[in-house]
């Protein structure tokens, strides 16, 4: 296991089934251009394989499957199936919902518990105008679908301030009113907006979100896992939400997270672009892979950030974001 000067240690692994998507979010990915399929993606059983000595050697403990848009992989059933008898702590999704109602059955068969959606605006336009793809009703459908299986829902928004900040109060209310935590991400200063005027003029803080939010309801901030992205609050007899302040409140000191992307490349950070290829071991026998992955995960913990997020090139999408 490997600790770093500040404590930090991977616990959390996000694996980035597929870099393909059926969306193009603007904030994600310049001139409506889809995410389309890296090179020589892991197949299901490499890819299981990587997340097991992942287990094994750095003591991961909680998995998140996102993409890309993990459910439009042919490999997502049968992968979902095989983490699932890792022993993991917990297990999650995200997803863009649109085919999230398809997928319902398999997640209760494998008892996932949680999905969280990305779902920028109740309106049916804005929402074209943002994902560039894909249809609100067919989403909203999947949502309800999940929560009536018993499945944890949360929300992903990404608040900016022409394209959908009209829409922070209707859909806070959308979830508060389903008991479903709604997470506003902070927009990230990474992939084409790194160098685009477009992050300036879209961001807003957290002081901003809360600012507006206070204008109809009390809030309050509310405790939160020691690791967790999330500054969690509360509105009394309501419910709470959470805001993923990257650039307001940093929470790189004591991110404990991992990332492999389809093709097999482990990233220690989301503001690093340095990573590291681990495909050559998973033909290996085990003890052998289980030890040249000490070094590797020595290296990624070394490239994450020491106090905040500064930004990078990379889409985030490719390395499971």
Do not use: W
Request: glycine share 8%.
């Amino acid at each position: 296991m490997i600790i770093d000067s500040f404590g930090r240690r991977f616990q959390n692994l996000r694996v980035s089934l597929t870099a393909a998507c059926n969306y193009a979010c603007t904030y994600c990915v310049p001139d409506g251009k889809k995410l389309q399929a890296q090179s020589a993606e892991l197949d299901g059983e490499e890819m299981a394989r990587a997340v097991s000595l992942l287990v094994d050697s750095a003591g991961i403990s909680r998995l998140r499957i996102t993409g890309g848009e993990p459910l439009i992989s042919p490999k997502f059933d049968n992968f979902l199936r095989g983490v699932t008898n890792l022993g993991l702590t917990d297990i999650a999704v995200t997803t863009n919902g649109q085919f999230l109602s398809r997928k319902v059955p398999v997640m209760q068969e494998t008892g996932l518990k949680r999905v969280n959606v990305s779902l920028d605006t109740l309106d049916a336009s804005s929402f074209r105008s943002i994902a560039r793809s894909g249809d609100l009703a067919t989403v909203l459908d999947g949502i309800d679908q999940a929560c009536a299986a018993g499945i944890k829902v949360k929300v992903n928004m990404v608040p900016m301030k022409t394209a959908n900040e009209d829409q922070v109060m209707p859909l806070l209310k959308y979830c508060l009113e389903r008991g479903i935590e709604l997470r506003f991400i902070e927009l990230m200063n990474m992939g084409h907006l790194k160098r685009n005027q477009m992050y300036e003029r879209e961001f807003i803080g957290m002081e901003d979100l809360l600012s507006l939010i206070r204008n109809e309801f009390e809030v309050r901030k509310a405790d939160a896992p020691l690791d967790s992205t999330s500054v969690r609050f509360e509105i009394p007899d309501r419910g709470r939400f959470g805001i993923i302040a990257n650039e307001s409140e940093p929470f790189c000191r004591t991110c404990t997270r991992l990332r492999l992307s389809s093709n097999g490349h482990l990233y220690g950070c989301l503001s690093n672009s340095k990573n590291y290829s681990i495909r050559h071991l998973l033909h290996e026998p085990y003890h052998i892979a289980i030890n040249e992955l000490q070094g590797v995960l020595r290296n990624a913990m070394a490239s994450k950030q020491r106090l905040a997020f500064t930004g990078e090139t990379t889409v985030m999408k490719f390395i499971g974001g």
